[in-house]
Structure formats: structure tokens, C-alpha cells
Antibody, heavy 121, light 112 residues
């Protein structure tokens, strides 16, 4: 079955960097786009970024442009989110999610359990 | 950016009764292919979101037929024909037409 497992979260200070990972299994990794979506404590969902199945297209939310980078490694079935210059308001649970269409970029269907990033001085 | 507005933001429903959630977008989500790029998700307490409805009205695999999606353009509705205790959680609409993707604020459903 489809499984997505995020890792790399933790407590960091403002201005520092963190890289999140998401390891996928149960489906052909190379055929699907992926998304990162975050949820601040007690708040709603916010779309962060997406990468196409072949990594030729990468998309970002407005407040993440220039600070976040998304990448994927098909040899490891792993998705990454590099977060730089972290701010207090980046504090959230970060979810990795698979796109619901093969070879397209639509919206997510399967989601991981998430990893918590806490930015605090 | 496309702004998504849900209403109500919370509702309490008696088991067995119907429930409806509205989602309105600031721009039409109707693509030239004829599909509306609007999806619905449910986030149960303590869990990750799960896909309920895609492209406005297509139920995801395993979703009970008590759930239905309708609408076109800028006005969409999620309906639960008979609410059950397991339906508790927060419902989100999400547009899939433009970057950045955007969500509604969420509608929290509770059982009376």
C-alpha cells in the first residue's frame, strides 16, 4: 500500500536551515508529482510546494519563494524540502503528499503523518 | 492567488441527519477540459488529511456514497446525506487550477 514517511523535523532557531525528507513506498515513485503542505498549530492547511514527476517543474507558495527548495531522488524514493532562513511563523507540521495523477500536477491524494518543525529562539 | 471561502466554519449535526458545506472561489475553477479543479479533504482529529472528492464531484476510492460533491465555476458544495460519528473532523476544499494551490479555512464538523 501507499506509504509516505516524513523525517527531519525538530526545534531550530530563527534564521537557521533544516532539510525535511519523505520516503515513499508502495507505488512507482518516478511516476508521480509530490507536494509539501504545512499546518501551524491549531490552524488550517497551507500549501508549501510541489515538484513534478520528473523534477522539471517546481512550484512554491508565495511566502516560501527564495527560502525553500524542493527536490527528489528517484534512486532513493525520497522527496526533500530544504528550508532556509527559517522564521517563527514557519512553525508547523509539514506533510508530504503524493499527487493523485500520474505524470501530472494536480492535488494530493495520499498524505504522510507529518513531521513537526518548531522555530523558536 | 485564488481565495477559497468556506461556510459555515463549524457545524454540529445529529447522527443520521444531513450536512452541507459550501466552498466559494474568487476565480472560476472550471478548466477548458470541462473539469472543475476543486477537491475536498477530511482531516479527522489527530490524523492527516484524506481525499474525499476530486474534480468537484468524483468520490475517491473507499469513500462512502454518503459523501457527494457538486457545483461548478466558483460555487461548490460537499454534502453528507446521513452524518455518522466517524465523520467528525475538519473539512477543507482545495483548488487545483492555479499555483499557488490554496485551501479554504476549514469547516469543523461535530456531532450533537
Amino acid at each position: 500500500q501507499v506509504q509516505l514517511v516524513e523525517s527531519g523535523g525538530g526545534v531550530v532557531q530563527p534564521g537557521t536551515s533544516l532539510r525535511l525528507s519523505c520516503t515513499a513506498s508502495g507505488f512507482p515513485f518516478s511516476s508521480y508529482a509530490f507536494h509539501w503542505v504545512r499546518q501551524a498549530p491549531g490552524k488550517g492547511l497551507e500549501w508549501v510546494a510541489a515538484v513534478s514527476y520528473d523534477a522539471t517543474d517546481r512550484f512554491f507558495g508565495d511566502s516560501m519563494k527564495g527560502r525553500f527548495a524542493i527536490s527528489r531522488d528517484s534512486s532513493k524514493n525520497t522527496l526533500y524540502l530544504q528550508m532556509n532562513d527559517l522564521r517563527v511563523d514557519d512553525t508547523a507540521v509539514y506533510y508530504c503528499a503524493r499527487d493523485r495523477t500520474a505524470f501530472g500536477v494536480a492535488n494530493p491524494d495520499f498524505w504522510g503523518r507529518g513531521t513537526l518543525v518548531a522555530v523558536s529562539s | 492567488d485564488i481565495v477559497m471561502n468556506q461556510s459555515p466554519l463549524s457545524l454540529a449535526v445529529t447522527p443520521g441527519e444531513p450536512a452541507s458545506i459550501s466552498c466559494r472561489s474568487s476565480q472560476s475553477l472550471l478548466h477548458s477540459t470541462g473539469y472543475n479543479h476543486l477537491d475536498w479533504y477530511l482531516q479527522k482529529p489527530g490524523q492527516s488529511p484524506q481525499l474525499l472528492i476530486s474534480l468537484g464531484s468524483s468520490r475517491a476510492s473507499g469513500v462512502p456514497d454518503r459523501f457527494s460533491g457538486s457545483g461548478s465555476g466558483t460555487d461548490f458544495m460537499l454534502k453528507i446525506s446521513r452524518v455518522e460519528a466517524d465523520d467528525v473532523g475538519t473539512y477543507y476544499c482545495m483548488q487545483g487550477l492555479q499555483i499557488p494551490r490554496t485551501f479554504g479555512q476549514g469547516t469543523k464538523l461535530e456531532i450533537k
